[in-house]
């Protein structure tokens, strides 16, 4: 059966290429989901795609992932740096949990420097702009083992367990 991936955005991510584009950019959400999807169509998977402001809502969709999804893919954005609740629900998710951050957390200021969401992730991805949520969903497939052969064997038996 395909891999299912959920991808979640966090709050004001719908604002994406709309408001601040000198730090987030150009791209839309709207944009990033079309990208995400095409490569899933490439890749053989199947991506499920959302946005909340809120907080609990998030929390709900974690929550759903169990059982019926092999990854989540998630920009907590503001979230990132304050919820004990999105801890909680990724520690829940078995799968491989990828936190993606459009800009480089570690260069902005003290406010936006310290992701404790990415203490229950697998992996943090952050400073690509949109292709980290590219970056990112080839990762979780890696990590699932269901890249297709041809990018398997260019890897040329590269060992990714750490
Ligand atoms: O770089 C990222 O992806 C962030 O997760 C974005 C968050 C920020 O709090 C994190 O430090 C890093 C902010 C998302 C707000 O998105 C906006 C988009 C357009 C205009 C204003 C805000």
């Known amino acids: ?41 490439t890749l053989g998977i199947t991506i499920s795609f959302h946005e909340s402001n809120l907080e609990g809502e998030l929390v709900n969709w974690i929550q759903s992932a169990h059982g019926k999804f092999d990854a989540i893919i998630m920009n ?6 304050t919820s004990i609740a999105l801890i909680d629900a990724l520690k829940i998710f078995e ?28 992996a943090v991805i952050c400073g690509l702009g949109p292709y980290g949520y590219i970056v990112a969903i080839l990762a979780a497939v ?14 040329h038996g590269l060992r990714t367990k750490v």
């Open 95 to 122: 799968g491989p949990k990828i936190e993606v951050h459009i800009s480089n957390i570690h260069a902005r200021d003290e406010l936006h420097r310290h992701s404790i969401t990415s203490t229950a992730s697998t």
């Open 1 to 41: 059966m395909a891999a299912k991936i959920m991808i979640l955005n966090g709050p004001n991510l719908n604002f994406l290429g709309i408001r601040e584009p000198h730090i987030y950019g150009s791209t839309t959400l709207a944009e990033i989901e079309a990208s995400c999807q095409q490569l899933a169509a």
């Open 76 to 81: 907590p954005a503001a979230y990132s740096f």
């Open 142 to 155: 890696q990590k699932l083992g269901r890249l297709p052969d041809t990018i398997q064997a260019a890897l």
